[in-house]
């Protein structure tokens, strides 16, 4: 936004502390002459004559006084706002530097806390996780194109061998095609819910999470009952507030990665919901091979699956529990991964409690 040029801060400052002294100064000095004049004889015209020649010799004294103060006043408030007004420069300089596309800047401002150390350390903070958030989506945005690239080589190799050998059979290629294709589409679609998780497109309302669980259940228990599974599911009411679609998003995608992610038979899942005074929490617990916490912090990554975990033709496009991750945040919740000292993974989902029914949220 255009602006018309104006004063400095410095030079308001300095301004305002010459203003005051000026005035403090002329207060005094008029303090000071009327307490000489009270000492003057109360003859009429000697006392006319005495103020006459007390003002005559009390004014150039105090012209030269407040001269001596506008001089002082200026020149030291100059000083003393730039002193003031460093760590300001300081925030700004970070700010330019910001602004020019370079995050690793820091201000690190240096004394004891004031309102000025406080701007500073906070702008560093938002800087940093403004960095961080930059980095992620850099990285997301370079595993999203590879992945969604993939699919597409692989479709054009099949259509150029398919193009080279006219007379071979092609039930496999459209077989082969189809799964592709499917793949990418799963891929889209993941990224796309990702994306509206993000950006918290949604009108809040009341959600059971309870119920929210055992509906993603009913949807995947086919899927574990084929694979020799045992889902078990527990817990009250749990109220909360979101999008109902985004919520069981999430617990289906938690249910599915506890699912394919587990023993090749007689495994188990434990789905429990519980409600807090402030929160309600959806845990997910599966059995599985032994996880390191190393392995495990990184399981939320969009695209990055633990090496050591069972793969499957269910395993996913890699976005699952980064999605999970997603809605989560996106209803001011929190998502805590924690390896099973029996094996497996235990998933917690913690979002706010839904306000007592009637009272605003």
Same mark, same amino acid.
């Given at each position: ?5 104006? !004063? #400095?801060? $410095?030079?308001? +400052? ?5 203003? *005051?002294?000026? %005035? /403090? ?77 370079? !995050? #690793?800047? $820091?201000?690190? +401002? ?5 309102? *000025?150390?406080? %701007? /500073? ?94 509906? /993603? ?145």
């Amino acid at each position: 936004m255009d602006r018309a040029p104006g !004063l #400095s801060v $410095r030079l308001k +400052l300095t301004l305002s502390y010459a203003g *005051f002294l000026m %005035l /403090a100064g002329a207060v005094l000095l008029v303090a000071v002459y009327f307490s000489l004049s009270r000492g003057v004889h109360p003859g009429v015209i000697f006392l006319v004559r005495s103020h006459r020649a007390l003002l005559h010799d009390f004014a150039p004294t105090a012209a030269i006084v407040l001269a001596f103060l506008l001089v002082f006043g200026l020149l030291g408030g100059w000083i003393l706002a730039g002193r003031m007004l460093a760590p300001l420069t300081r925030i700004t300089d970070a700010t330019r530097i910001a602004a020019d596309g370079s !995050l #690793s800047h $820091r201000i690190q +401002l240096e004394g004891r806390k004031d309102e *000025f150390r406080d %701007l /500073a350390d906070t702008f560093d903070t938002m800087l940093a996780r403004l960095e961080a958030h930059v980095a992620e989506q850099q990285r997301f945005a370079a595993n999203a194109s590879h992945e969604l690239r993939t699919p597409l080589a692989v479709t054009q190799t099949l259509l150029d061998v398919a193009r080279k050998d006219p007379n071979r059979d092609n039930g496999e290629l459209v077989d082969r095609l189809h799964a592709v294709n499917t793949r990418a589409i799963d891929l889209t679609e993941a990224l796309l819910l990702l994306s509206r998780a993000d950006q918290r497109s949604f009108t809040p309302e009341h959600v059971d999470l309870s119920l929210v669980a055992e509906e /993603a259940t009913e949807t995947l228990l086919p899927l574990a009952e084929q694979r020799g599974l045992t889902i078990e599911t527990s817990g009250d009411m749990t109220p909360t507030m979101g999008s109902h679609a985004l919520l069981l998003q999430m617990s289906t995608n938690l249910l599915h990665n506890a699912i394919v992610h587990n023993r090749p038979e007689e495994g188990t899942v434990w789905v429990t919901t519980s409600v807090h005074p402030k929160s309600a929490v959806l845990t997910v617990e599966n059995t599985g091979e032994k996880l390191t916490p190393q392995l495990v912090a990184t399981l939320a990554e969009p695209f990055l699956r633990g090496t050591k975990r069972i793969r499957t033709d269910h395993a996913g496009v890699g976005l699952g529990l980064a999605i999970v991750k997603s809605i989560a945040q996106a209803h001011d919740g929190t998502l805590t991964l924690t390896p099973r000292p029996a094996g497996g993974l235990r998933v917690t989902v913690q979002l706010p409690a839904a306000p007592p029914t009637g009272v605003a949220a």
